[in-house]
Nanobody, 130 residues
Framework: QVRLEESGGGSVQPGGSLRLSCIAAGFATRYSCVRWFRQAPGKEREGVASIEFRNGDIGDTSYATSVKGRSTISQDNVKNTVDLQIVSLKPEDSATYYC????????????????????WGQGTQVTVSS
C-alpha cells in the first residue's frame, strides 16, 4: 500500500522560510513524477513545484510563478524524501501543502494534470503571519 506523508509545516513570520518534506512508503520514486500542491481556504488547489525522476536521476524541475525564484524542490537521498523549501514567505503562501506522486510517463512531469496523480498525502499546514 502506497502512503505519502508530509511534514515540516508550521507557523512562520513573513520573510521567513520553511522546508517541507514528503516521504513515500510503498512507492518507488526512482521513475516517478512528484509534485507539491497547496490549497488555501476558498481557493483552488495549486501546483507549486514538480520534480521528475528518471531511473533514479533527477530530471526536470518546475515551479509555479507564485513561488518561482524563492522555492526549491529537491530530493534528500539520506532521508529519502522530496523536499520543498520556500524562502521569503508571504501571507499568501499560507495553505495546506500536499505532496502527490505517480509513476513517470511519456508526459513531462510539469504537464501532468492534477487528476492524474495517483497518490496523495494528508497535507501539512503552513501559516505565514506576523
Amino acid at each position: 500500500q502506497v502512503r505519502l506523508e508530509e511534514s515540516g509545516g508550521g507557523s512562520v513570520q513573513p520573510g521567513g522560510s520553511l522546508r517541507l518534506s514528503c516521504i513515500a512508503a510503498g512507492f518507488a520514486t526512482r521513475y516517478s513524477c512528484v509534485r507539491w500542491f497547496r490549497q488555501a481556504p476558498g481557493k483552488e488547489r495549486e501546483g507549486v513545484a514538480s520534480i521528475e525522476f528518471r531511473n533514479g536521476d533527477i530530471g526536470d524541475t518546475s515551479y509555479a510563478t507564485s513561488v518561482k525564484g524563492r522555492s526549491t524542490i529537491s530530493q534528500d537521498n539520506v532521508k529519502n524524501t522530496v523536499d520543498l523549501q520556500i524562502v521569503s514567505l508571504k501571507p499568501e503562501d499560507s495553505a495546506t501543502y500536499y505532496c502527490a506522486a505517480r509513476p513517470m510517463s511519456e508526459i513531462y512531469c510539469d504537464k501532468v494534470p492534477t487528476a492524474a496523480f495517483l497518490y496523495w498525502g494528508q497535507g501539512t499546514q503552513v501559516t505565514v503571519s506576523s
